[in-house]
């Protein structure tokens, strides 16, 4: 009996959350006049990586998820079926890519998913291969200082990006900016002592992209926390 009352319980329930969850939407869009290849670790499954120019994709994001996305430029596969990328790649010859860190430098967007609950960022720490906005659709923050804001990363640091940290793609032209730190490599861009400051370079960056995460211990602003939005817009080369 107490058997047949949880299953009357539960039968509805079942009903509105097929297989139990309640995922996230996301909708990715490409701004960019060229296709780019999305990549995340942890894993987004079966995600199609493409995105052509133009094209907006949903994808239903699990309810517990915490990883970083980004994209990459410029693939091709060679003769022998390698698929490899400019900017971005992932090193291991495959188009879909979940796991390994990817090569710098390269824009990561942060999540931490615990829905409603949803902490985003836009990261700089491992450099700029691409402009990005990451905008929710309604909700509110979890300290109920307001709305979710949009966070980005729009402007390209091509004309801030010191010759030493320009990345170059193989005809030699520009193709993104290294972070200080991947480069440098010093305590006071990378923040291995305790305390850290923003140094000549993340700066300049902060000017251009100021809701971005620019140097690792910048948490001005932090990671945003929020919930009852809709759905959050990814946007690639927003105009
Ligand atoms: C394709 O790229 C991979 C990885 O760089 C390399 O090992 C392989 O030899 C390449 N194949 C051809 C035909 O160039
Ligand atoms: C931390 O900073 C101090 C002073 O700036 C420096 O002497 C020391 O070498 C640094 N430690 C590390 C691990 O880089």
Sequence with gaps: MAVR??????????????????????????????????????????????????????????????GSIWVRTQCSNNASFYFSCQTGDCGTGKKIC?????????????????????????????????????QPNGGTLVDGSGPCPVVDCAIDLKDVCPPSLVAANREGRYAGCYSACDVLREPKYCCSNSSCQPDEYSKKNKELCPMAHTYPGDSNPPKYKCKGADSYDVTFCPV
């Design 5 to 66: 009352a949880l299953f009357k319980f539960l039968l509805p329930l079942l009903l509105l959350f097929p297989g139990g969850r309640c995922d996230v939407k996301f909708h990715f869009t490409n701004q960019c006049p060229y296709t780019v290849w999305r990549a995340a670790s942890t894993d987004m499954v079966d995600a199609e990586p493409d995105l052509p120019p133009d094209v907006q994709t949903t994808y239903s994001m699990d309810d517990r998820w915490t």
């Design 98 to 134: 979940a796991g390994p860190q990817p090569s710098n430098p390269v824009t990561l967007l942060n999540f931490d998913i615990n829905n409603p609950v949803v902490s985003y960022e836009v990261s700089l720490i491992h450099g700029q291969n691409m402009r990005v906005r990451i």
